[in-house]
T-cell receptor, first 111, second 114 residues
Framework: KQEVTQIPAALSVPEGENLVLNCSFTDSAIYNLQWFRQDPGKGLTSLLLIQSSQREQTSGRLNASLDKSSGRSTLYIAASQPGDSATYLCAVNTNAGKSTFGDGTTLTVKP | DGGITQSPKYLFRKEGQNVTLSCEQNLNHDAMYWYRQDPGQGLRLIYYSQIVNDFQKGDIAEGYSVSREKKESFPLTVTSAQKNPTAFYLC?????????????FGAGTRLSVL
């Protein structure tokens, strides 16, 4: 059974700092991995989708990497801003379309 | 605007009562999903549907029921058999169950027990 772990559960940084969020998974037989953002009391917004054959994906100040063999992904946020404050979740997907979500990392960026 | 609409935003359930959460999408997506999210936790799959008049149980289907009579609609009923229904419920949709497709989420319904 796939298990997805996100560490740390919460992170607080000053504005402008670069930061890394971690996601690890136990079964490396994944099809792709997706990072989401969730604002309090809201739904999920997709940030980046990285296929199992890819090493990284970039969108603006966000960069996601994937090391399938070691069961790890990181989400790098450059020059963090208060507007980046949210919970970030990763989800790993099998080729059957089943998603397993981590518990998320709650990020607070202080002005 | 294309998207997924969940209603109501907040819902209260009395003991022994069944309640229904609405999920409507105008994205022309074939696949729809219901997830449950408990505080500080990730999402767990309740039910999913790949096509009209067909749906499958997810990981935590007990105490829930769904229907898919129209492509646009996938309502979730929380029955009295669900003993711990308090949670945040999220509906999602994709073009189909191909994992290449990004899931689009609604804004959620928060269910509480009176």
């Amino acid at each position: 059974k796939q298990e997805v772990t996100q560490i740390p559960a919460a992170l607080s940084v000053p504005e402008g700092e670069n930061l890394v969020l971690n996601c690890s998974f136990t079964d490396s037989a994944i099809y792709n991995l997706q990072w989401f953002r969730q604002d309090p009391g809201k739904g999920l917004t997709s940030l980046l989708l990285i296929q199992s054959s890819q090493r990284e994906q970039t969108s603006g100040r966000l960069n996601a990497s994937l090391d399938k063999s070691s069961g790890r992904s990181t989400l790098y946020i450059a020059a963090s801003q208060p507007g980046d404050s949210a919970t970030y979740l990763c989800a790993v997907n099998t080729n059957a379309g089943k998603s397993t979500f981590g518990d998320g990392t709650t990020l607070t960026v202080k002005p | 605007d294309g998207g997924i609409t969940q209603s109501p935003k907040y819902l209260f359930r009395k003991e022994g009562q069944n309640v229904t959460l609405s999920c409507e999408q105008n994205l022309n997506h074939d696949a729809m999903y219901w997830y449950r999210q408990d505080p500080g936790q990730g999402l767990r799959l309740i039910y999913y549907s790949q096509i009209v008049n067909d749906f499958q149980k997810g990981d935590i289907a007990e105490g829930y029921s769904v229907s898919r009579e129209k492509k646009e609609s996938f309502p979730l009923t929380v029955t009295s058999a669900q003993k711990n229904p308090t949670a945040f419920y999220l509906c999602a949709s994709t073009w189909d169950r191909n994992p290449k497709n990004i899931q689009y989420f609604g804004a959620g319904t928060r269910l509480s027990v009176l």
